[in-house]
């Protein structure tokens, strides 16, 4: 029978992922801090990941307005989260008219990095370091890179996420069709 436990201390953490004969499969949900301990803690069986540097690719077929409210969602909503976005690919086709939009949009809450093409479109942008795109910030922060095409996108974050959420917006269903298939 499922029961819920409606606390939020740490110690019901640790009570839970040892109630051998009890409890079936734990399936922590958190920061990495928290993944650790539970693995650190259990004597139940777990699955985990512990990672999520999670990206969204904005392809050029992207509805404008729906890339822009999925972005701020999955930034602003929960940036502690290990599904937040960490790292944000443009399609240099959009990119002139969605980056300006972005910052005006999250701007004044979330702290951008670009790397060269995105502070050439938006000045204001924080120049990202080598390091920011193997980050999982957990915070109000995102990297954002323009890419030349879905090819470039898939080969980015299959370098350097984690596997964990990682989402295309557009259009096309060519596109859609190959980001799936190879992230």
Not at 50 to 71: M, N, Q, R, T
Not at 140 to 151: A, N, Q, R, T
Request: proline share 3%; hydrophobic share 45%.
């Amino acid at each position: 029978a499922l029961q819920f436990i409606s606390t939020t201390d740490r110690d019901a953490v640790r009570a839970l992922v040892q109630l051998e004969g009890k409890v079936d499969l734990v399936i922590p949900r958190g920061g990495e801090s928290l993944i650790r301990a539970v693995v650190d803690l259990a004597r139940v069986p777990i699955i985990k990941h512990y990672k999520g540097l999670c990206h969204i690719y904005v392809d050029a077929f992207a509805d404008i307005e729906k890339a822009l409210a999925i972005c701020e969602n999955a930034k602003c909503q929960r940036p502690g989260v290990c599904n937040a976005v960490e790292t944000l690919l443009v399609h240099q086709a959009i990119a002139q008219e969605f980056l300006p939009r972005l910052v005006e949009r999250i701007g004044s809450r979330v702290e951008l990095r670009g790397d060269e093409a995105a502070c050439e479109i938006v000045s204001s942008l924080v120049p990202a370091s080598d390091q920011d795109w193997d980050t999982e910030y957990l915070d109000l922060i995102l990297s954002i890179k323009v890419v030349k095409d879905v090819g470039q996108a898939i080969a980015h974050i299959n370098m350097h996420g984690s596997h964990h959420s990682d989402a295309i917006i557009s259009e096309e269903t060519a596109a859609q069709t190959s980001f799936l298939a190879a992230v």
